[in-house]
């Protein structure tokens, strides 16, 4: 069992930058493969970025690609998300997740363990 807790959302104007975090506990975090996703009011959960268990391989969904970057730190068990010049179409609910493997994971149905959500909102 592990216990996702995100953290670092908050109300940024467009072109703003924000740093989420996502701590983990309960199991040995590097066995664990990682990602972030949001959703939207009225939208589907969607995938933002993922990364590997050692942190050597990250994927973003092309949305994002050169605007956020994903990054873990497996002796604080913590990943991270950086979000850089926000738009307002980037607010969301942005929860992270986990799973076993050795591979990235792009789909929520493949993650295993969820955190509640941290709220992103820019303004315009």
């Known amino acids: 069992q592990v216990q996702l807790v995100e953290s670092g959302g908050g109300l940024v104007q467009a072109g703003g930058s924000l740093r989420l975090s996502c701590a983990a506990s309960g199991r040995t975090f590097s066995l664990y493969a990682m990602g972030w996703f949001r959703q939207a009011p009225g939208k589907e959960r969607e995938f933002v970025a993922a990364i590997t268990r050692s942190g050597g391989s990250t994927i973003y969904a092309d949305s994002v690609k050169d605007q956020f970057t994903i990054s873990r730190d497996n002796a604080k068990n913590t990943v991270y998300l950086q979000m850089n010049s926000l738009k307002p179409e980037d607010t969301a609910l942005y929860y992270c997740?986990?799973?076993?493997?050795?591979?990235?994971?792009?789909?929520?149905?493949?993650?295993?363990?969820w955190g509640q959500g941290t709220q992103v909102t820019v303004s315009s």
């Open positions: 997740a986990a799973r076993g493997g050795p591979s990235v994971y792009t789909t929520p149905e493949q993650y295993t363990y």
